[in-house]
């Protein structure tokens, strides 16, 4: 007899009535994809984690101390996102929360065979949150397309490159 066989033998009753009383207390935590990062500068984290929403299939989830909140859904943009960077930096005292986040997109009828990039940017608040920063993730030079042959005519592909840029434009 296999050593679990002999475990669930003496156990699996005790087992079984703990799932009843305590149902999540055998649930299996979130896919983790990326992380959990630390947060320059702060005590929080934050991670990456696989969702079963079919439109939305990645969540940015920061965890500080005992609490926990979904900062945002990485949704699809015709194909299945892929998430190239996490990085942090910060910008007047203030932490920022960087993401690269690329789609491919393949039709050869078209003769489309492309990589799609959105950099988006969350900063800490005054009540110590991180929150989608409107006014950066907008900035038009940080969305952009590269071609099939990995040409490097999208800048800004890289952590490198965008937080210098946002040192110097954001100061």
């Given at each position: 007899?296999?050593?679990?066989?002999?475990?669930?033998?003496?156990?699996?009753?005790?087992?079984?009535?703990?799932?009843?009383?305590?149902?999540?207390l055998f649930?299996?935590?979130?896919?983790?994809?990326?992380?959990?990062?630390?947060?320059?500068?702060?005590?929080?984290?934050?991670?990456?984690?696989?969702?079963?929403?079919i439109?939305?299939?990645?969540?940015?989830?920061?965890?500080?101390?005992?609490?926990?909140?979904?900062?945002?859904?990485?949704?699809?943009?015709?194909?299945?996102?892929?998430?190239?960077?996490?990085?942090?930096?910060t910008?007047?005292?203030?932490?920022?929360?960087?993401?690269?986040?690329?789609?491919?997109?393949?039709?050869?009828?078209?003769?489309?065979?492309?990589?799609?990039?959105?950099?988006?940017?969350?900063?800490?608040?005054?009540?110590?949150?991180?929150?989608?920063?409107?006014?950066?993730?907008?900035?038009?030079?940080?969305?952009?397309?590269?071609?099939?042959?990995?040409?490097?005519?999208?800048?800004?592909?890289?952590?490198?490159?965008?937080?210098k840029?946002?040192?110097?434009?954001?100061?």
């Open positions: 007899m296999q050593i679990r066989e002999v475990i669930m033998r003496k156990y699996g009753f005790l087992i079984f009535i703990l799932n009843l009383i305590f149902p999540t649930v299996n935590a979130a896919d983790i994809i990326q992380g959990p990062y630390r947060i320059s500068n702060d005590t929080a984290s934050v991670q990456i984690e696989k969702k079963d929403d439109n939305c299939p990645l969540s940015m989830v920061v965890y500080d101390k005992s609490s926990y909140y979904e900062l945002d859904k990485i949704c699809e943009n015709g194909d299945y996102p892929n998430l190239r960077s996490v990085f942090f930096f910008l007047k005292g203030v932490n920022h929360i960087g993401t690269i986040v690329s789609w491919h997109s393949k039709h050869q009828a078209e003769g489309i065979d492309e990589t799609n990039f959105e950099v988006n940017i969350y900063k800490r608040n005054a009540g110590g949150e991180y929150t989608f920063d409107k006014a950066k993730t907008l900035d038009p030079v940080l969305s952009g397309t590269e071609d099939g042959a990995g040409d490097g005519t999208y800048k800004f592909n890289n952590a490198i490159s965008v937080k840029y946002m040192k110097e434009k954001y100061g």
